[in-house]
């Protein structure tokens, strides 16, 4: 099992931007997606990014789509979410997944099974 914590969660006014931070530990090396992941009470969680850990591939959400960037950082089994031209909308509570199986196309939040608690991101208008 796969232990993810998130970080790097704030306030932020409409145009900055945030760094967030997923540190895994357990058996990373059975992990082949990484995926960061947004929910606003209410509404479903929704996928943002996703990242391919051996290869590096990423994709994107289009709502978030030249915007954010997923990258990892292997040695330190530490994967980031650098979001830049915040938007309110963008206001939730993100979290980190990973998947152990081969990754499949999308972000579907049913393909991964081991989930971080979430850190929350506020962007002001």
């Known amino acids: 099992q796969v232990q993810l914590v998130e970080s790097g969660g704030g306030s932020v006014q409409a145009g900055g931007s945030l760094k967030l931070s997923c540190a895994a530990s357990g058996f990373t090396y059975s992990t082949n997606c990484v995926a960061w992941f947004r929910q606003v009470p209410g509404k479903a969680r929704e996928g943002v990014a996703k990242?391919?850990?051996?290869?590096?591939?990423?994709y994107y959400a289009d709502s978030v789509k030249g915007r954010f960037a997923i990258s990892q950082d292997k040695p330190k089994d530490m994967v980031y979410l650098q979001m830049n031209s915040l938007k309110p909308e963008d206001t939730a509570v993100y979290y980190c997944a990973a998947r152990a199986q081969t990754c499949v196309v999308g972000l579907s939040e049913g393909d991964f099974n081991n989930w971080g608690q979430g850190t929350q991101v506020t962007v002001s208008s």
């Open positions: 990242i391919l850990t051996h290869g590096g591939l990423t």
